[in-house]
């Protein structure tokens, strides 16, 4: 009797202990299955699901808009005051419904061109696209910059005054964002481009060149940005983990340092194109990209200014930046590498400066870099969606997770129990 029972015990502690090296087994084991499954299938190439969602996502992206309506045109003209702008939005698109084009395969990445269309979404927008703003005049600002020619801006200055053009100018939201027939530019003698926006051209062109990383090598990275248009794109910083609709996600934000000036951050150099508007390069938050524009004076940054130095922000009031409001971010699902959850948020700046041979721009008395309009493009997986993830890839995941702790911790207390039992039960036996 007394063998059976202690043999009954040995066998459980086996047993036990079986389960538990079972489980701990299945860990390490269990992970290397699901991320083989899953790395099958959310690589970017010909044939995975996921290469499939991405050439034309299902997931509807917005554009929203918010214009800084100036306020006291005619007092910064006239006295150099400080510029007095009110925000008006949203305007909502939507954008990124046309499928990639032109896209190759190289090593670890793939390129595409990405069509460009904007719909407007009246529903999501506070207006319509006839609602009017006074704003910068793009044509009038931009022209000493591209013209330093003494003898040409005073040709200039002549048309300007011709096609009654000022520093300022009322335009719809339409004719801003997609284009508008310029009278200055339409009076000057030699062929040019006399259409001006701040997106123009944009619907029927194409976007990119974009180089994205497929994953195979790294899952984490599949699908950010490599380099755009042959240039390095702006990095994201670990922040937080977040929930999203169910699904753990980390986010990652832009951080304050890719707009820091260049003795913060030297990969910032090339952006500092002169020493007076930048303060002999100590200014912050502002980006110029007037290089990449064709001369134009165009300057980015985070909208309202944030986490701009206050030499930027001083000459303009009526600004609130707001760091949970106005900061770039995307959701990452850590498994799979999707981004299930993005806003990236920039806003537009025209630097406008003194200018002598110019009469609309001659009584300035210091330049202004000056907020034109701010976005915020966004998208989020669909409830749908979601629940498909959960079921399919969050939910399979927590129940293995389940099943090897489960395994792991009935073995170890059966193999305690039933090894202490035995004990017992020798001791008693030998009494």
Known sequence: MGCDRNCGLIAGAVIGAILAVFGGILMPVGDMLVEKTIRKEVVLEEGTIAFKNWVKTGTDVYRQFWIFDVQNPQEVATNSSRIKVKQKGPYTYRVRYLAKENVTHENYTVSFMQPNGAIFEPSMSVGTENDTFTVLNLAVAAAPHIYTNAFVQAVLNSLIKKSKSSMFQTRTLKELLWGYSDPFLSLVPYPISTTVGVFYPYNNTADGVYKVFNGKEDISKVAIIDTYKGKRSIYAVFGSEVNLKGIPVYRFVLPSKAFASPFQNPDNDCFCTEKIISNNCTSYGVLDISKCKEGKPVYISLPHFLHASPDVLEPIEGLNPNEEEHRTYLDVEPVTGFTLHFAKRLQVNILVKPAKKIEALKALKRPYIV???????????????AEMFRSQVTGKIKLLGLV?????????????AFMISYCVCRSQDVK
């Open 404 to 416: 090897e702790i489960t395994l792991l911790s009935v073995g170890v207390v059966m193999f305690v």
């Open 371 to 385: 907020p034109i309009l701010w976005l915020n493009e966004t998208g989020t997986i669909g409830d749908e969606k």
